[in-house]
């Protein structure tokens, strides 16, 4: 598969997992709904390997999924902004961020957003009990230059402009409205990891009623996927989701751990992936099996690239 285009550094996202979690998407999807959007990165690559024609992007965090939206609706509009900001920087890079994250922070505007995901450290979101953006500046770096930042831009614009529904509801919201031809990604915060409340979120989720709100979409018979949960050697993420929701798992191996090797560890991050009984019943049990565990080395073999699916949907 083709790089994706993404204009956000923005940790938790799946564009590097996104070619394994395609392998399991139906052919043709009429419209994908992502309840936890985030930077929309699976939208991205269905929309690149013509797997879907519409898309559903929906988000708690309004001024990110407001971002989406500029980029994908008004991509030159976003780009100037970004680039008026990168700019003013220059004097007093440091105090600059500061200033601008205040800005937003009392504004909820999202360009000066793009500018400080751009140049915060890691891309990494972190947000105060307050709701209040308070991660620090990357003092090593000013962010995306700007012709990047534009190029990036134009191309998420070109694949999913006039395409997508932008909501910023709860996501049992969204989850009520689908409709029978839908297909359902999910990536809600883990559970287990910072309690109910994930600090790269405005508010985490409950894991009771995210547990019910499946319940549901199983009783409807919708076709659903789920990246929840995950290790880190033998240490576990997040809550178990209960067997009685039949859901069939899938591990995708992430590779080594960046803070592992630091300290000299041999510790490989492993990512689960749910697929929901109405996605797999269509499924054999010895496919079923070749999926169970996607690693790094050697390349395996997959269930659509078998059956010709996923080399023609990259063409």
Same mark, same amino acid.
């Given at each position: ?10 940790? @938790? ?16 999807? $009429? ?71 205040? %800005? ?36 090593? %770096?000013?962010? *995306? ?5 534009? %190029? ?14 932008? *909501? ?31 600090? $790269?979120?405005?508010? @985490? ?13 199983? $009783?409807? +018979? ?32 992430? +590779? ?24 797999? $019943?269509?499924? *054999? ?29 990259? %063409?």
């Amino acid at each position: 598969m083709a790089n994706l285009p993404h204009f956000i550094q923005y940790q @938790g996202s799946k564009r590097n997992l996104a070619k394994h979690i395609l392998q399991v998407f139906p052919k043709n999807i $009429r419209r994908l709904v992502e309840p936890f959007a985030g930077t929309a990165a699976m939208s991205v690559a269905a929309s690149v390997n013509r797997i879907a024609s519409s898309f559903w992007l929906n988000d708690l965090n309004k001024p990110l999924i407001e971002l989406l939206e500029l980029a994908i609706e008004e991509p030159s509009e976003i780009a100037d902004s970004y680039l008026e900001l990168w700019n003013a920087q220059h004097t007093n890079s440091v105090t600059h961020y500061f200033e601008v994250r205040s %800005r937003f922070n009392e504004t909820s505007d999202p360009k000066p957003l793009l500018y400080l995901l751009a140049r915060c450290v890691k891309g990494s979101v972190r947000y105060n009990s307050e709701g209040l953006f308070n991660q620090s500046p990357d003092k090593r %770096r000013k962010g *995306t230059r700007p012709e990047t930042m534009k %190029r990036n831009i134009a191309g998420v614009s070109s694949l999913l402009k006039g395409k997508c529904k932008f *909501t910023s509801l709860d996501y049992r919201e969204v989850l009520e409205q689908i409709e029978d031809d839908d297909f359902i990604y999910m990536d809600p915060p883990y559970q287990g990891v910072c309690g109910n409340r994930d600090s $790269r979120y405005l508010s @985490g989720i409950d894991f009771d009623d995210f547990v019910l709100a499946l319940e549901q979409l199983n $009783r409807k +018979g919708a076709k659903f996927a789920i990246s929840y949960d995950g290790k880190l050697g033998d240490k576990t993420f997040g809550k178990v989701l209960p067997k009685s929701l039949n859901l069939e798992k899938i591990e995708i191996e992430v +590779g080594r751990s960046s803070q592992s090797t630091l300290l000299g560890k041999e510790e490989t991050t492993i990512e689960s992936l749910y697929l929901s009984p109405s996605l797999s $019943r269509g499924l *054999t049990n010895t496919q079923i099996g070749d999926l169970s565990y996607i690693g790094k080395k050697p390349k395996q073999l997959t269930l659509l690239e078998k059956h010709g699916e996923f080399a023609a949907a990259t %063409r």
